[in-house]
């Protein structure tokens, strides 16, 4: 139900796009929280940044804040999360969540829908 997009690899400071698309009408707002996670190798899964589709409201993680930036389409089907400004500590796998009962933010364990990843390299 999530499909996550826009992996690759890149120098430092430059910029990527992912992309988490749901699938099925009203998905994403019909949820609490959007999220994206990222497993570092040897490392667990930590919260990027979330948004509540509803409201709008975001939430980063420090080590992303000022560079990352989550949102929605107007549409509310897809996710997405502009990374800019990357540095070689943000590769990793990417993966969108969705929770949907009340809690928004960014502890993993809140949610149950998850995407496959996706592959960020940045060297």
């Given amino acids: 139900q ?3 997009t ?6 430092a400071g430059g910029s ?7 699938s099925g009408s009203g998905y ?5 929280c959007l999220a994206w996670f990222r497993v570092i190798p040897g490392k667990e899964r930590t919260g ?3 948004i509540a589709p509803a409201t709008g409201t ?3 993680s420090d080590s992303v804040k000022g560079r990352f930036t989550i ?3 107007n549409a509310k089907t897809t996710l997405f999360l502009q990374m800019n400004d990357l540095k070689p500590e943000d590769t990793a796998i990417y993966y969108c969540a969705a929770n949907w009962g009340t ?4 502890s993993r364990y809140a949610y149950d829908t998850w995407g496959q990843g996706t592959q960020v390299t940045v060297s």
């Fill in 16 to 22: 990527l796009t992912l992309s988490c698309a749901a």
């Fill in 2 to 4: 999530l499909v996550e």
């Fill in 103 to 106: 809690y928004c933010g960014l």
């Fill in 58 to 60: 975001t939430f980063y």
């Fill in 6 to 11: 826009g992996g690759g690899s890149v120098n």
């Fill in 48 to 50: 990027v940044a979330a």
């Fill in 71 to 73: 949102s929605q389409d």
């Fill in 28 to 32: 994403i707002s019909g949820t609490a």
